[in-house]
Structure formats: structure tokens, C-alpha cells
């Protein structure tokens, strides 16, 4: 189920693309990726222990591959979802394996586009990902040291502009230890 973004069967005004500056679409990228990644782990798991979980994931994916013009994955996550809609477990366990393959193929087309948008390398882009968890994480649990650290790994970091002013914010709102307005300005990235 190999498919790109340039020929997506989205037209151009329904593609989120159109609707978004390059670096905020990448962020939505970003995002969408490291859903992908966490969901090919949790999927299995789900499928066998909890459909009604299973069809959340399984819808939440279907949508948000379909704004961004990878339809034919969308279409398969709609036949996953709606097979644990029905509680069709048989259905389910039948197709799991080759839909997280096709999740894994997807992911990396996306990691590529990921990639050739932001100059960067795919681990980078990941990586800088996984920091803006971190230090949202760091703020939940007022751990200032390690939200520290986050922001010194972050201002290293190859970041948009976007990124940049966000991470500007977060800064002011550790110096202040305003721990909530932390949580809430990297909840806007990740």
C-alpha cells in the first residue's frame, strides 16, 4: 500500500497543507509520526484485550491520515475501525499484522516527506519531538532541572520558527516556575 504525498486523491483545497504554513504543517507531521510509531506497539496489545480502544486509536489515525491526503491508509484504518466497531474480533486479529506493515510503510513515506520539508534528518526531527515531550513531561511533575535541560537540548536543536517562539515562552514560564503556562505552551507543539 505504498503511497506519496504528491499523489494523494485529496484535491488541493482539501489537503491540510493548504491550510497550514509549512512549519506548522510539518509540526502536524511530526505529531502524526510519533502517533504512528507509539500505535504500531499499542494496536496489537488493544486488538486483544480492549476493540473499543482498538477503534478509537484505529479512528483517530483514519482521520488524521485523511487530512493529510494518504487516503488509501485512511480507507484501511476505516476497515479496521469499523471491523472492531462490529466487534469483529476474527476480522481483526486476520488483518493486524499487515495493517501495522502498512503502518510502518506509511510512517516512513511520512518520516521522508518529514524530512525533505524541514532540511533536517528524520532522526532529528523525531528527536526534537521526543524533547518537546520531555519537557512537557519535566512541567507536569515541576521537575525544574529537567525542564532545564530540555530547553538547553531544545535551543541546540535545528527548531522552525514557530518552535522558536514557543520555546521563547517556555523558557520565561520556567523562570517564572509558572509550571502550568509550561504544560500549555508545549502542549502546542506536541
Known amino acids: 500500500m505504498s503511497e506519496t504525498f504528491e499523489n494523494s486523491d485529496l484535491t488541493s483545497s482539501e489537503n491540510l497543507s493548504n491550510y497550514l504554513s509549512d512549519e506548522h504543517y510539518l509540526i502536524v507531521l511530526k505529531s502524526i509520526a510519533d502517533d504512528m510509531k507509539l500505535l504500531e506497539e499499542l494496536l496489537p496489545e488493544f486488538a486483544e484485550h480492549d476493540l473499543e480502544m482498538f477503534r478509537i486509536k484505529t479512528h483517530g489515525i483514519k482521520g488524521v491520515t485523511k487530512q493529510i491526503g494518504l487516503l488509501e491508509f485512511s480507507n484501511y484504518a476505516d476497515e479496521m475501525q469499523l471491523a472492531a466497531k462490529r ?16 503502518m510502518k510503510g506509511t510512517r516512513e513515506e511520512l518520516l521522508e516527506r518529514i524530512k525533505k520539508l524541514s532540511n533536517n534528518t528524520v532522526e ?67
Open 87 to 102: 466487534a469483529d474480533s476474527e476480522y481483526v486479529n486476520k488483518n493486524l499484522y499487515d495493517f501495522i506493515l502498512t
Open 124 to 190: 532529528e526531527c523525531v528527536d526534537t519531538i521526543e524533547e518537546w515531550k520531555h519537557l512537557k513531561n519535566a512541567f507536569l511533575q515541576y521537575d525544574y532541572g529537567s525542564a532545564e535541560s530540555s530547553i538547553k537540548s531544545l535551543e541546540a536543536a535545528k527548531l522552525d520558527s514557530y518552535e522558536k517562539e514557543i520555546l521563547e515562552k517556555v523558557r520565561i514560564a520556567l523562570r517564572d516556575m509558572d509550571y502550568e503556562l509550561g504544560i500549555i505552551l508545549a502542549s502546542q507543539v506536541v
